[in-house]
């Protein structure tokens, strides 16, 4: 599936209109109003909106109050903690992404980094437009463009982090990529989807826990410092989550405050909403699936 330029502009609806629900959501606006905020008729959004999420507008907001979040961390925290005792790995049966993870320190890249060929592109996805820049090891980068933002910015942070490489536009390859990681059926099984990151070890450890999340789970910095065995390094584990250059796919979008608040998102706190709402719908959908 290869989303159209009508598919992104889809998308900066959706993301003004979860906007629009959480800023009056007290108030329980009506679907007539919601539409008129984005422009489009009640029918056109109630349906671009179900196809988007799976769900009505409303019931996907539902996920993102503070009382769903705290309940949601209790399970995560529960799924996680049994998943380590059974010794089951975040690649096994309990979770949805298939993922590999290889590292190379910032100090082993100096000396062995130079000539690493990143092959990167541009593409629509359901949360707007990103940047993927993939190596032969794996998948090196992946962020989210702001609306309208020159894509030349993003270039830029990707080869200051991979400053040592050599880049080559390959919009063929990087598709494809893309389309396994955003719109392959999740609970199928895939190809495994291998990552290469550059990082401190600390940072390593961080990513490596995000890796064990599942799909439409949340967790806290707290439970973060916990499972690295780290409890007291709150701090270090925010700098390392938001320090993460491989967005969805590292998933720092499901780390949120122990009070049940969203917090900051190092590509926009809209879209961590969006993103999180989204797998909730998704995880939601296969479950009653399944049933």
Known sequence: ??????????????????????????????????????????????????????????????????????????????LVEAAETAG??????????????????????????????????????????ALLGVTDRGVCWLSFLATEEDPRGQLEQMKEHWHQSVFHQDQPLTQSIMENIFFEPRMKRTPKIHLFVKGTNFQVKVWEALLKLPLG?????????GQIQNPKALQAVGSAVGSNHIAYLI?????????????????????????????????????????
């Open 217 to 225: 789970s949340v967790t806290t910095y707290q439970n973060i410092a």
């Open 88 to 129: 089951l790995s975040s690649q096994s049966r309990v979770y949805d992404l298939f993922t590999t993870l290889e590292a190379v320190t910032p100090a082993a890249y100096k000396q062995r980094g130079e000539g690493i060929h990143i092959r990167y592109g541009i593409h629509d996805t359901p949360f707007g437009q």
């Open 251 to 291: 998933p720092c979008h499901r780390v949120i405050r122990k009070d049940g608040i969203l917090g900051d998102y190092r590509w926009d706190s809209t879209r961590k909403k969006s993103i999180l709402g989204w797998e909730m719908a998704k995880k939601e959908t296969s479950e009653m699936v399944t049933r």
């Open 1 to 78: 599936m290869i989303m159209t330029q009508e598919q992104d502009i889809n998308y900066v609806r959706i993301e003004r209109a979860i906007q629009y629900l959480e800023k009056n959501f007290n108030r329980q606006p009506e679907l007539d109003e919601i539409a008129e905020e984005v422009h489009l008729s009640p029918f056109h959004f109630q349906r671009l909106f179900t196809e988007w999420a799976g769900i009505s507008p409303k019931r996907f907001l539902q996920f993102l109050t503070v009382n769903f979040l705290k309940t949601k961390l209790d399970q995560t925290k529960n």
